[in-house]
């Protein structure tokens, strides 16, 4: 009955293609031919999803953190402390890992590139059909790093360029789809009728044999997104605490200890990944639930560093990184 936690996993395809529908339409597959509890999976995915990527970020970037920042509720403990640990936040952060992961394999001359460019692909299309903002804030870095790689092959700007580019042809058109597919309010309902004829196997205390559904599979059926928050501009706490402002301010510290506040070699390396970062985040933070967005920008800008320092080393970051003449 919680609608905005299990309810998001539970989108599916009993409408047809929509959006963020893939995790359900795998859920529902497995429990109905297993006889196992949608729930039962929701939390098993979803353990799996924060153990993982936790395992992830230690092994990535235990040397280049304080290990009490990656522990910390800013990043891995983040979906426990604030009540997200059942969204798919730690699983598309997982992929995005893991899509770094096979990258490093390539720099490292450890896989061919048509392997890598396919197992990236497959990552970033499950993450995509799971929810479609790993489009916004997912590609952009690994399209640069794609990039990088042609560079170091010694190809031109605009080669290399291309080339990034059509190499994740698929999950671009993949993040496309999900914005022409955004839903209705029929397929939401089908959503809702078809959990209702699992209802043997989804305990429920009343949501379920409701008439319309509610939280996020009704939110598939909304004609504009509802979950833009104008409050962000308008509200205040106590009549002194304005909210864009106070957000802000947390975006900021955060980032200064993600940069660190001791001097070290690290510091200009780290504050240009994770404003890279930030520019492809920023249009999540017009929405609600903006401490799930911070958590996805600093894991993912942890391992995005950890991938740079790797392959180029702290030094060469941004003076080699970068130069494209």
């Not at 109905?32 to 098993?44: C, T």
């Not at 990236?120 to 903002?133: D, P, Q, T, V, Y």
């Not at 997912?138 to 290399?160: A, Q």
């Not at 799930?292 to 995005?304: H, N, P, V």
């Amino acid at each position: 009955d919680n609608s905005w936690t299990v309810g998001e996993w539970l989108i599916s395809y009993a409408g047809g293609f929509v959006r963020r529908g893939l995790p359900g339409e795998l859920i529902k597959i497995i429990s109905s031919k297993f006889s196992l509890s949608p729930i039962l999976l929701v939390w098993v995915l979803s353990i799996f999803s924060i153990v993982s990527l936790g395992l992830l970020i230690l092994y990535s970037c235990k040397n280049l953190f304080e290990k009490s920042f990656l522990l910390s509720q800013l990043i891995i403990l983040a979906p426990i402390s604030e009540d997200y640990l059942v969204r798919k936040d730690t699983l598309i952060v997982l992929f995005y890992g893991l899509s770094l992961l096979t990258l490093r394999l390539l720099f490292k001359g450890n896989i061919n590139k048509i392997t890598c460019i396919f197992i990236i692909n497959l990552f970033s299309i499950i993450a995509i059909l799971s929810h479609e903002s790993y489009g916004i804030w997912g590609l952009p870095s690994l399209i640069f790093t794609l990039f990088l790689f042609e560079r170091s092959n010694k190809k031109n700007l605009i080669k290399s360029s291309f080339l990034a580019l059509f190499s994740l042809l698929p999950a671009f058109i993949s993040f496309l789809l999900c914005w022409v597919f955004r839903g209705d309010l029929n397929q939401s309902l089908s959503i809702h009728q078809s959990w209702q004829t699992l209802s043997h196997l989804l305990p429920s205390s009343g949501a379920l044999q409701a008439l319309k559904p509610s939280g996020a599979i009704a939110a598939i059926g909304y004609e504009s997104s509802r979950v833009y928050s104008s409050s962000l501009i308008s509200q205040f706490n106590l009549s002194v605490f304005w909210h864009p402002a106070m957000w802000l301010l947390t975006i900021f510290l955060t980032m200064r200890l993600f940069i660190g506040v001791e001097k070290n070699p690290n510091q200009d390396a780290k504050r240009f990944v994770v404003c890279f970062q930030l520019i492809a985040f920023l249009p999540m933070f017009l929405f609600v639930d903006i401490g799930r967005w911070i958590f996805m920008w600093l894991s993912s800008s942890a391992l995005l560093f950890s991938f740079l320092e790797n392959i180029f080393g702290v030094n060469l970051i941004i003076q080699n990184a970068l130069r494209i003449k």
